[in-house]
């Protein structure tokens, strides 16, 4: 349940570089999720290229967030966003047929997490929201612990050396959230409202959270005003990408895709199709984040093991931006690894 939380997480450093009216390179944590042009850690970037993987453990976790942390939720996209999808990037994700994509084997997202597999998924959008198991109703205490950083693309894909190092630095560190499963008709989703609200303010500030105009299983938008930052932050998550696996009573597997799009604001606190917004070239990327949880009955406990990976966009308006998505070659250039676990506080 961590997809939104792995996009979201994913912003904490851009934001103060965006706001501040130049770009650096700076750690991030990959659930999923994921800046994407390079740049060696001494160069300064111009205003409208924002560095490779410039995330904390804390930036990636967002993009779990709402995905339940496998569900990603993303809100109506503004025309604004929507202008910059159409003539900015375009989707790196093979597109895969609903058809095509139920007939795939189950075992493949664990095959993806185990065996650290840096092609795109294979999946498609399999349904309209991840339903979990009926075990997951209710409220639980999250630790997340951040076990391994790679750089399959090298170290100045991923943002230089600075930037690795720093995300090295996150290993063995600990983010402690609550989060909410409700039970709708006969399934189990994530209360990603909730969910969202819970590991902002665990990552970024009490205060982090302005707003969320909208939470849908496909499209979450959350203002944040991490603290720190200069100025607000609109988060956009729209899901490309969605599988889920039961492969026992107590083994469930899950999977999305989400395009994150980050947008820095003026402190009007208006939504972007407002002129007042300043106007900033967003930061994209897509954030691919697997989820494999066991639940102990004896122990009524949920213990997880996540893989976030981030692939770069190209650009047809950025030239560096194109080649660095030409370098990495289809393979992403950060991908963590986490273990999660799950402690029921109250039950549904």
Same mark, same amino acid.
């Given at each position: ?214 939470? =849908? !299983? %496909? &499209?979450?938008? $959350? ?7 200069? /100025?607000? +932050? ?13 492969? =026992? !009573? %107590? &083994?469930?597997? $899950? ?7 980050? /947008?820095? +604001? ?23 984040t697997t989820s494999m949880y066991t639940y102990n009955e004896a122990k009524d406990e ?47």
């Amino acid at each position: 349940m961590r997809i939104l939380a792995v996009a979201l997480l994913h912003h904490v450093r851009i934001a103060t570089c965006l706001t501040n009216g130049s770009i650096r390179h700076q750690p991030l944590r990959g659930g999923g999720h994921v800046a994407r042009y390079m740049a060696s850690d001494h160069r300064r970037h111009d205003e409208s290229l924002p560095p490779p993987s410039t995330y904390t453990r804390r930036n990636v976790l967002i993009p779990a967030i709402a995905f339940g942390f496998a569900a990603a939720d993303t809100a109506m996209v503004s025309h604004s966003v929507h202008a910059a999808i159409a003539s900015d990037s375009v989707p790196s994700m093979i597109p895969t047929s609903q058809a095509e994509s139920l007939s795939l084997e189950p075992g493949l997202l664990e095959a993806r997490v185990t065996e650290n597999v840096l092609s795109p998924p294979t999946y498609g959008m399999e349904g309209t929201d991840i339903l979990y198991p009926a075990w997951f109703a209710g409220v639980w205490q999250v630790k997340s612990l951040t076990k391994r950083v790679e750089a399959p693309c090298g170290v100045a894909l991923f943002g230089g050396n600075n930037t690795y190092q720093s995300a090295k630095e996150e290993i063995g560190s600990l983010l402690s959230y609550e989060s909410r499963f409700l039970k709708f008709d006969d399934s189990v989703i994530a209360d990603r409202e909730y969910n969202v609200k819970s590991i902002a303010k665990a990552a970024l500030g009490e205060n982090s959270v302005v707003d969320i105009p909208m939470a =849908s !299983p %496909n &499209r979450l938008t $959350c203002i944040l005003a991490p603290k720190g930052a200069p /100025s607000l +932050l609109q988060v956009d998550l729209i899901t490309l990408n969605r599988r889920q696996e039961t492969l =026992s !009573p %107590n &083994r469930f597997d $899950c999977s999305e895709v989400v395009r994150e799009i980050v /947008s820095p +604001l003026d402190n009007s606190n208006k939504p972007r199709n407002n002129p007042a917004i300043t106007a900033t070239s967003p930061i994209l990327k897509e954030i691919e984040t697997t989820s494999m949880y066991t639940y102990n009955e004896a122990k009524d406990e949920i213990t997880c093991t996540q893989r976030s990976a981030v692939f770069l966009l190209p650009s047809q308006q950025n030239p560096l931006a194109m080649k660095m998505w030409e370098a990495s070659r289809g393979r992403p250039v950060d991908v963590r690894f986490y273990d999660v676990s799950y402690a029921r506080r109250t039950s549904l």
